[in-house]
T-cell receptor, first 113, second 117 residues
Framework: GENVEQHPSTLSVQEGDSAVIKCTYS??????FPWYKQELGKRPQLIID?????GEKKDQRIAVTLNKTAKHFSLHITETQPEDSAVYFC????????????FGKGTSLLVTP | EAQVTQNPRYLITVTGKKLTVTCSQN?????MSWYRQDPGLGLRQIYY???????DKGDVPEGYKVSRKEKRNFPLILESPSPNQTSLYFC????????????????FGEGSRLTVL
């Protein structure tokens, strides 16, 4: 959706390195920020999400940080592995309705051995 | 098994021939939505539904219709398909809302690849 911008569109890292994907949103009232992973030929699946009352959330090798003042949130993947290769989408609700969940255009991550 | 089921998975049709893509979920979710996925454009929301008989437009509703007569079903209707509707379509559902916000995990169907000649 137009209210969510995602960068970069492609990202290539070596196995073991970290990867960071950033998203910005326009609706300051947005309060929920999920990240989805889509492997080639598969459906998108939720990997982590964060709500506006916290600044960071971690789940093993992945973490999401949120800066509400700047209206951006980021996905961090540490110790990347080849199976992390996929397209990652961020999302945020709004701006016209909190029920409308808008996605960024996606980041194609390639982890090379 | 909890799932979102779409049909057909693949369809080739011709301009102007009405078609319906069905979507059904067995998780008793209130929220359902349709997205289209195109290269370089990500997932764009077509329509969504907060509950039975309650639907609203997403970012790209032109050329599509939906209905939500039952909680489990949310069909996508293309009254007169055109080549620019060639795309991969995903139906999704979720259970959680926090007031006026959708804050739940979206469960996606496997996708329906539509080609309009």
């Amino acid at each position: 959706g137009e209210n969510v911008e995602q960068h970069p569109s492609t990202l290539s890292v070596q196995e073991g390195d970290s990867a960071v994907i950033k998203c910005t949103y326009s609706d300051s009232a947005s309060n929920y920020f999920p990240w989805y992973k889509q492997e080639l030929g598969k459906r998108p699946q939720l990997i982590i999400d964060i709500r506006s009352n916290v600044g960071e959330k971690k789940d093993q090798r992945i973490a999401v940080t949120l800066n509400k003042t700047a209206k951006h949130f980021s996905l961090h993947i540490t110790e990347t592995q080849p199976e992390d290769s996929a397209v990652y989408f961020c999302a945020a609700p709004g701006p016209n309705s909190g029920y409308a969940l808008n996605f960024g255009k996606g980041t194609s991550l390639l982890v090379t051995p | 098994e909890a799932q979102v089921t779409q049909n057909p998975r693949y369809l080739i049709t011709v301009t102007g021939k009405k078609l319906t893509v069905t979507c059904s979920q067995n998780m008793n979710h209130e929220y359902m939505s349709w997205y289209r996925q195109d290269p370089g454009l990500g997932l764009r929301q077509i329509y969504y539904s907060m509950n039975v008989e309650v639907t609203d437009k997403g970012d790209v509703p032109e050329g599509y219709k939906v209905s939500r007569k039952e909680k489990r079903n949310f069909p996508l209707i293309l009254e007169s398909p055109s080549p620019n509707q060639t795309s991969l379509y995903f139906c999704a559902s979720s259970s959680k809302t926090s007031g006026a916000w959708n804050t739940g995990e979206l469960f996606f169907g496997e996708g329906s690849r539509l080609t309009v000649l």
